[in-house]
């Protein structure tokens, strides 16, 4: 089973903080993600990764930044927490081309920023 | 932009009763597409998928889909739910011009009273 990991389940953090978000898989997919979900709104994308190093923006990337730097790894950053980044945070990671880009998601991380 | 429409936010049924929710997504040429489902406390996991071929596909615990190209619709279907089917229930469309990354509906709740 694929098997995706994200470093904390809850997390709280004040206003301003710099946040670091964690996210490993296990089965050499080459793409993660970064959403968030909040209520009413169902997923959106902040960043995904296509490759190491590589990155592209998604729905929502301000106030975030991601890093790539081993193919099993896909961070989250906030550089400087606000109230407006409290919210559950999923990773994702799926297969690449031609075999659908089905998504296996993690547990999420529950961050209140106060 | 390539949009995912989920008819309804929040339905409620009683055990037995018969299950349809409705996903439309917007034009977008070659499509594979997902139904994805939330357990309370749980996380994300797929439900059923589309890629080719019987536009009726069949997912996990008796639930069942149908692509239907001409009306961009893909219906999430289930002829008796029971209580432990509760959760919150997103469709996803893959489009083949998004390099990797899915579109995905705001989410509908199902709460099944026993």
Redesign the interface.
């Known amino acids: 089973d694929v098997k995706v990991t994200q470093s904390s389940r809850y997390l709280v953090k004040r206003t301003g903080e710099k946040v670091f978000l964690e996210c490993v898989q296990d089965m050499d997919h ?2 993660m ?1 970064w ?1 968030r979900q909040d209520p ?6 902040i960043y ?1 990764s ?1 490759d190491v190093k590589m990155k ?1 923006k ?1 729905d929502i990337p301000e106030g975030y930044s991601v890093s790539r730097e081993k193919k099993e790894r896909f961070s989250l950053i906030l550089e400087s927490a606000s109230t407006n980044q409290t919210s559950m945070y ?1 990773c ?1 990671s ?1 297969l ?2 031609g075999q ?9 991380t529950r961050l209140t920023v106060t | 932009a390539q949009s995912v429409s989920q008819h309804n ?1 929040h339905v409620i049924l009683s055990e037995a009763a018969s299950l349809e929710l409705g996903c439309n997504y917007s034009y977008g040429g070659t499509v ?1 597409l ?1 139904w ?1 489902v939330q357990y309370p406390g ?5 439900l059923l ?1 589309y ?1 080719s071929g019987d536009p009726l596909v069949k997912g996990i615990k008796g639930f069942e889909a149908e692509f239907i190209k001409s009306k961009f619709s893909f219906n999430l279907r289930k002829p008796s739910v029971q209580w432990s089917d509760t959760a919150e229930y ?1 469709c ?1 469309v ?1 489009y083949n011009t998004n ?4 579109t ?4 509908t709740t199902l709460t099944v009273k026993p």
């Open positions: 080459e793409n993600f959403y009413g709104l169902g997923l959106r994308l995904f296509y592209e998604g999923l994702a799926s690449g081309a659908g880009y089905e998504q296996y998601f993690g547990p999420g | 936010h594979n997902f994805y749980q996380h994300l996991q797929l998928k890629f997103f996803a893959f390099a990797g990354k899915s995905f509906g705001d989410g």
